[in-house]
């Protein structure tokens, strides 16, 4: 059996590098950006925990790319809520990543957020489509949903600008990290 070689402390080989954190600390907030997104790395990952301040046990949100009213996306998804699976395809327009996860809601039980992940592949290639998978998960202590997505949005652009959009606020606590995702030898 041959020795493992341990990576050089120089490389980087698949390392994650945070670029930045928002964490919602005030009412009111429907919204939260992350713009002028370097366009050096590999991918990108996101991730989030959020609840909605609005009545209900569960609560749509979205997530937009590059804020533009572009059409293309095409999504493939499948979830479950402890009793039933669901699955579907669908194609939208306008600039939303095509899957409006649901999230834990106001009336949810204290303290139970929604947590998520998007992973964005090959973000800054302006000669590319791009590629997405989204999980997201909200435990409302004994029911709830899970999903998962894969996407592609059929645009070149490099992307610059995530939003994640809440029809009316976000809760307090609710926090959003987005990483860069390094290619090899970078």
Same mark, same amino acid.
């Given at each position: 059996?041959?020795?493992?070689?341990?990576?050089?402390?120089?490389?980087?080989h698949g390392a994650i590098v945070p670029i930045a954190f928002q964490s919602i600390t005030?009412?009111?907030?429907?919204?939260?950006?992350?713009?002028?997104?370097?366009q050096k790395y590999q991918d990108l990952f996101l991730v989030g925990y959020t609840r909605s301040a609005s009545s209900g046990t569960t609560?749509?949100?979205?997530?937009?790319?590059? @804020? %533009?009213?572009v059409t293309g996306w095409s999504i493939t998804g499948i979830s479950g809520n402890g009793s =039933? /699976?669901? &699955? !579907?395809? @669908? %194609?939208?327009?306008?600039p939303t990543y095509g899957t409006i996860f649901?999230?834990?809601?106001? =009336? /949810?039980? &204290? !303290?139970?957020? %929604?947590?998520?992940?998007?992973?964005?592949l090959n973000y800054a290639n302006t000669s590319t489509y791009k590629t997405s998978m989204l999980r997201a998960a909200t435990d409302l202590n004994g029911s709830g949903l899970t999903e998962f997505d894969v996407g592609l949005w059929s645009n070149t652009s490099g992307i610059n600008e995530i939003d994640i959009q809440h029809g009316t606020s976000f809760a307090i606590g609710s926090q959003f990290a987005l990483y860069g995702i390094r290619t090899v030898g970078q």
């Open positions: 059996m041959l020795p493992i070689a341990p990576i050089a402390s120089g490389s980087m005030t009412t009111g907030v429907y919204q939260v950006t992350f713009s002028n997104i370097p609560y749509p949100s979205a997530i937009y790319l590059n @804020n %533009t009213g =039933s /699976a669901f &699955s !579907g395809r @669908n %194609t939208q327009s306008g649901t999230g834990a809601g106001a =009336s /949810a039980t &204290s !303290g139970i957020f %929604t947590a998520y992940e998007l992973h964005l």
